[in-house]
């Protein structure tokens, strides 16, 4: 049972990734891309791959600090 709430969490995850590119703010961007990368990071708990819900979770830091970034570096 896990397997498919975990495949539900994973098309709830794409669905907000292609949503992401539809908001017009770096703002905006960043909070669909800490959503987006949480329901990886549960779907690949619940699916029991655990290297990548690793790898989404230090995605959704990089994300929250990218979020309060303000000046631009390059």
Do not use: P
Not at 3 to 11: C, S
Not at 31 to 57: D, P, R, W
């Amino acid at each position: 049972m896990d397997e498919i709430i975990g495949q539900i969490f994973g098309v709830i995850a794409m669905v907000f990734s292609i949503l992401t590119w539809q908001m017009n703010s770096h703002k905006k961007m960043m909070v669909m891309q800490i959503i987006c990368a949480a329901f990886f990071a549960t779907h690949y708990v619940l699916i029991h791959a655990y290297t990548g819900a690793v790898i989404n979770g230090v995605a959704v830091l990089r994300n929250i600090i990218f979020y309060h970034r303000e000046k631009k570096v390059f």
